[in-house]
């Protein structure tokens, strides 16, 4: 009796190693994943935050003409109501 019971207490004791080695491999596989998106996105938060000081350095910025016309051609497409604009299809 004293023997089987050595058995099963061996025999438990093995499956809870087991048990408890492959949960924290799991654990810590979960972790590093779980730290890189961390990291990510803490990147993609500070890369947010410049490009929001950026755009608030622009809305703050005072306008001058040639940074408005500037902006109009270049983001617009806008022209100057006596400009005309030739384009250059020859590349292609």
């Given at each position: 009796m004293?023997?089987?019971?050595?058995?099963?207490v061996k025999i438990s004791l093995?499956?809870?190693?087991?048990?408890?080695v492959v949960t924290v491999l799991s654990l810590?596989?979960?972790?590093?994943?779980?730290?890189?998106?961390?990291?990510?996105?803490k990147s993609d938060v500070e890369q947010a935050q410049l490009e929001l000081e950026k755009l608030r350095d622009e809305v703050n910025a005072e306008y001058n003409?040639?940074?408005?016309?500037?902006?109009?051609?270049e983001e617009l497409g806008y022209r100057m109501p006596d400009e005309v604009i030739y384009y250059n299809n020859l590349n292609k």
């Open positions: 004293r023997s089987e019971m050595s058995i099963f093995a499956v809870l190693s087991v048990v408890v810590s596989l979960k972790y590093n994943e779980l730290t890189k998106k961390r990291d990510k996105l003409e040639e940074y408005i016309i500037k902006i109009a051609r």
